[in-house]
């Protein structure tokens, strides 16, 4: 059976669109396959950075770059990204993405010098940027609201835990082979997704052709980029470009919200951060970012450069962490038709805090069962308990035209959320090791360890988890505090009762 409701927007052609009324299906398997492939891209990477410096002869000023060219192209188009969908049709500009994506990633795997892998991984970072939103918005306007749409999204989300810890493993894997393959990967996957998109996405009400607001557009990228490239480059020092590429973003973001009230067809619609609730779900929403990449990394050094685990070991190690993620996203979609999200943001909030200052006790003594295995556990539990409900409250009680916006920015959050945590831990960390040595940590070879180092090291890391601790504390009292949204609002009964009675 199928449920239909209608585009209210004011630029919405009177079309109707269906919902599925399970969330079981192809169309989630293809929607949930591409979060996969990007997550699982930008984690595999990292892995292989050694690898490709070699054989290209990098720099490691060009090195960084890989990662740095990515993530300023992903996170400075995304806002863009997400409205295209609603000005062209979600299921193009899906496919266009994913096509750029899959394109991208061939190019990657055959180049033969650094300029044109850097260009490369641009194009990718730009696909990624339109697929990825705009997935999220073929979620929100496939499936029927309440139980389908809030499994679909724990599936998605589940996606991403599983893509960092399977990117570590496949990537250790296919690094071993050669670091090409990290990229060719994506290519049949790519076409999987394009051809199965093709047949089982059905087509998305379109908006009819008005120019896009280029100057929102404009200044919406620039600062975007602009900010990302200096939360990308801050971890190197306080360098003059890092500071002043902060200063003119933060300038061009203030020029883009002013343009946005003014805008005729604004690129990101102002009125819907008229509630508090929603400026609520964005800055959890930036903390969860924050914590969950800071977690990832410092676990991932602490392991490696302190219990001596390598890359893959390392990998093999978060596979429980995956599937706690994905428990705490199915209880979290469970819970979504019975608690209001504040309930279950503060439910996972707490799970949170408990894992992290579980994970703060560790040193270089730590076996995996039960001390690294237990807090890992309990922190994927948190970030699936917590995630889903903030991902549901985004697009709570809103229309089918704001959707695009909407999720873009809960990914631009998350995604400068990312380097603000890593960089505030990796500070704490410094400082924890700077003070038991006596010395600055920078200075440490980390290749032959002395026990005191070794243990200073280890007390770094650990200790900077109390940071993701601190911003999960600020989820819960956003949650108790702010975030309002009733069981109502999340599963959109009333609108879409209202929508129907429209037609």
């Known amino acids: ?26 169309p989630l398997a293809v929607l949930s396959a591409l979060q996969l492939m990007v997550v699982l891209d930008g984690t595999v990477v990292n892995l292989a950075l050694a690898r490709i410096q070699l054989e290209l002869g990098l720099s490691d000023s060009l090195r960084s770059w890989i990662v740095t060219a990515y993530a300023l192209a992903y996170g400075g188009l995304l806002l863009l990204g997400g409205r295209l969908g609603d000005v062209f049709g979600r299921k193009r500009m899906f496919l266009t993405g994913v096509a750029c994506f899959t394109l991208a990633s061939l190019a990657c795997g055959i180049v033969s010098t650094p300029g044109l892998l850097i260009v490369a991984r641009i194009v990718q970072g730009a696909g990624a940027a339109i697929a990825s939103p705009t997935a999220m918005a073929l979620i929100v306007v496939t499936f029927a609201p309440g139980k389908p749409r809030n499994q ?125 609730a929603r400026k609520a779900v964005f800055i959890a929403l930036l903390c969860a ?53 504040k309930h279950s943001i503060t439910l996972g909030g707490i799970t949170l805090i408990a894992g992290f200052i579980f994970g703060a006790t560790l040193d270089e003594h730590a076996t995996y069962f039960p001390d690294l295995l237990l807090p890992i556990i309990v922190i994927g539990l948190g970030v699936g308990l917590t995630l889903i409900p903030l991902t549901l409250s985004v697009v709570a009680g ?58 200073a090291l280890g007390a770094g890391y650990t200790y900077s988890l109390l940071v993701c601790a601190a911003l999960a504390g600020v989820i819960v009292l956003l949650a108790i505090t702010v975030i309002s949204y009733t069981v109502a609002d999340i599963q959109e009964g009333k609108k879409a009762e209202r929508l129907s009675a429209q037609r």
């Open 1 to 26: 059976m199928q449920a239909s409701a209608r585009n209210s927007g004011p630029r919405a052609k009177n079309l109707s669109y269906p919902e599925q009324q399970s969330a079981l299906g192809w």
């Open 398 to 455: 809103v229309t089918p035209d704001q959707v695009g916006p909407l999720t873009a920015c809960s990914l631009v959050c998350q995604t400068l959320g990312g380097p603000l945590g890593l960089a505030a831990v990796t500070a704490v960390g410094q400082a924890v090791t700077t003070r038991a040595l006596g010395m600055d940590s920078s200075h440490i070879d980390r290749s032959m360890l002395t026990p005191v180092q070794q243990a």
């Open 152 to 276: 679909a999204f724990s599936v998605f989300a589940m996606m991403t835990g599983l893509g960092s810890v399977l990117g570590l493993v496949v990537g250790g894997a296919l690094t071993q082979a050669s670091w090409r393959w990290i990229f060719l990967i994506n290519v049949p996957i790519g076409i999987a997704i394009i051809m199965g998109g093709l047949a089982v996405l059905s087509r998305t009400p379109q908006f009819e052709r008005i120019p896009l607001d280029v100057t929102g557009a404009v200044l919406a990228t620039g600062a975007s980029t602009l900010l990302v490239f200096a939360m990308a480059e801050g971890g190197t020092g306080a360098k003059p470009l890092v500071i002043g590429s902060a200063l003119l973003g933060i300038v061009l973001l203030v020029l883009f919200f002013r343009s946005q009230h003014k805008a005729s067809n604004p690129v990101l619609p102002m009125a819907m951060f008229d509630s508090a």
């Open 289 to 341: 970012g924050a914590l969950l990449m800071a977690m990832t990394v410092q676990v991932a050094l602490f392991v490696q450069e302190v219990l001596g685990y390598t890359p893959l070991q390392a990998g093999i190690a978060f596979i429980p962490f995956a599937f706690a993620l994905g428990t705490g996203s199915w209880i979290a979609g469970v819970l979504a038709e019975r608690l209001r999200p």
